[in-house]
């Protein structure tokens, strides 16, 4: 499904009844990326997954991307299926979005879960390391950039042994534009630090992290989490920066878990 939601169309997929839970992906995937999730969930749940401007299904506008844009989108798309509350459950970029959205919208938020992602502005070295990729994407396409990711998405037992999964990331990365990539890179290079937002976050928060995610180092998440008051932590064995897809049984089982705690008012 599309929606027209601030000038560019944005797909999406909206399945299941009940509480709404809605998924935002990380860089540079797309919705498809939250397929074990939406299975374990839409028996219970009204599942909303959302390609990102500039990813999958939806419009991939040249020109210049930030998160404040995206949260928007967010918030816009939400209007036009008429969900006030939303539970959100945000991965890596998806993570940096959600901040922006709770500091633009808090009033969205029934409870927020945070998956491999970090609360911190990039580096010097990051943004430098941002801006050599936009420069690979721009010169060599998409597939390139698939193949600088892999070993940043998945653990380094899935790089070497999970070729299912290795080939289900290069298609869904090699399906997005470059100005989608680009606009990105841009996007998550100018973020702020989302630091101060943390102890003001009063939702029910779950924090998750692949315990072998070299992108998102699992003590520097579990930090994060213990600024946000409240929050639970969970490590997700045998799983790298894409914890939701490496090892969904356990993602999809701390979620299920804290989703109960959150409808029983428990969190």
């Known amino acids: 499904m599309k929606a027209r939601i601030n000038d560019i169309d944005l797909a999406y997929s909206d399945e299941g009844q009940g509480p709404p839970v809605v998924f935002l992906h990380a860089f540079p995937l797309n919705r498809t990326m939250w397929a074990p999730q939406v299975a374990a969930l839409s028996d219970r749940y009204r599942v909303v997954t959302i390609d990102l401007r500039g990813h999958g299904e939806s419009d991939a506008p040249m020109w210049r991307y930030t998160l404040d844009q995206f949260a928007?989108?967010?918030?816009?798309?939400?209007?036009?299926?008429?969900?006030?509350?939303?539970?959100?459950?945000?991965?890596?970029?998806?993570?940096?979005?959600?901040?922006?959205?709770?500091?633009?919208?808090p009033e969205l938020f029934h409870a927020l879960v945070l998956a491999d992602t970090r609360a911190t502005a990039d580096t010097p070295d990051a943004r430098a390391a941002r801006f050599s990729m936009a420069q690979v994407a721009y010169r060599r396409g998409a597939s390139a950039i698939a193949e600088l990711m892999l070993s940043k998405?998945?653990?380094?037992?899935?790089?070497?042994?999970?070729?299912?999964?290795?080939?289900?990331?290069?298609?869904?990365?090699?399906?997005?534009?470059v100005s989608g990539i680009v606009g990105d890179l841009m996007a998550m290079e100018e973020r702020p630090d989302a630091t101060p937002l943390l102890s003001t976050?009063?939702?029910?928060?779950?924090?998750?992290?692949?315990?072998?995610?070299?992108?998102?180092?699992?003590?520097?998440?579990?930090?994060?989490?213990?600024?946000?008051?409240?929050?639970?932590?969970?490590?997700?064995p045998q799983a790298g920066h894409l914890s939701n897809m490496e090892n969904p049984a356990a993602f999809n089982a701390a979620l299920l878990s804290f989703l109960t705690s959150v409808e029983r008012g428990d969190s």
């Open 72 to 105: 928007e989108d967010v918030s816009g798309l939400l209007e036009h299926l008429g969900i006030a509350r939303a539970t959100f459950v945000g991965l890596s970029m998806g993570g940096y979005i959600l901040f922006t959205l709770y500091r633009t919208h």
């Open 153 to 177: 998405l998945l653990s380094p037992a899935a790089c070497e042994h999970r070729t299912d999964l290795r080939d289900q990331l290069r298609t869904i990365i090699t399906g997005n534009q």
């Open 201 to 236: 976050i009063s939702v029910p928060t779950l924090v998750l992290a692949g315990e072998e995610d070299l992108a998102s180092p699992p003590e520097e998440v579990e930090g994060m989490a213990k600024q946000i008051p409240g929050a639970t932590f969970v490590r997700i």
